[in-house]
């Protein structure tokens, strides 16, 4: 995995919210005319912001990545790109491989579809035929430990099933990159460290994995080396205690004081 200068730009207040339906109504219709008119007059461009900016960093083979950083530094946001659900702004994503993405519990899976059929759908989606998947579904069913619910609609699970499947469904089936962020709050403690181990297992057989907590325990149980993304952009990268101590330092420096105590 090579990242070269990646960057991804929203837009905001490009529509404001009117506080009634007719104004909005409105605002939805006038929407195309405004856009031309920027382009043909001048006046006020749209304000933006960058979720991430001027990202760069390769992953090996086999290598453990965590990405930290407090809420906001753009750890979601890279990791949807290199997923392919959101396309950069600037830069490049180069890939070399198949991905599996467990992001957020629920997605790739259709909630009306069992999660037998969603195993089968997710295989799909990352181009495996249909033989390839039938040999790792019961490795997969096993490890989520759903039993008989296994043939029922997923919009039926509890959330600690639903993650169980996903993760057992990302861990199991045949992609060379896989991205985990902040999953692995949901459920027990006892499952935490199955999927931890699982995780060390994936990638000595030489799989590349990005890594999102911010449970710095498993951070440093798990990966080989990390990068702190602040306001969008990396502040460190290298060894993983040294990523540890700037977030840290970083979450600190936002705490604020504690109030002082009256003398008696």
Known sequence: MRIEGLGKRFVVNELRHPGR?????????ALPFRSR?????S??????????KDVSFEVQP????????RNGSGKSTLLKILARITSPTEGNAILGGRVG????VGTGFHPD??????????GTMLGMTPREIQGCEEAII???????FIDTPVKHYSSGMFMRLAFAVAAHLDAEIMLVDEVLAVGDAAFQDKCKDKIREI???????????HDMEAIARICGSAIVLDRGRIVYQGAVSGAVDRYRADMQALRPLAPAVPAA
């Open 37 to 41: 008119a920027r382009d043909t007059a």
């Open 203 to 213: 990638a000595s057989s030489g799989r590349t994995i990005l890594f999102t907590s």
């Open 101 to 104: 993405a467990l992001l957020e």
């Open 142 to 148: 096993d490890f989520a430990e759903i039993g008989d």
């Open 62 to 69: 086999g290598q453990v990545l965590g990405v930290i950083g």
């Open 43 to 52: 006046g006020p461009a749209p304000e933006s912001i960058w979720a991430i």
């Open 21 to 29: 339906l007719s104004e909005l109504l409105g605002a939805l219709l």
């Open 113 to 122: 579809l069992s999660g037998r059929q969603n195993i089968l759908l997710n």
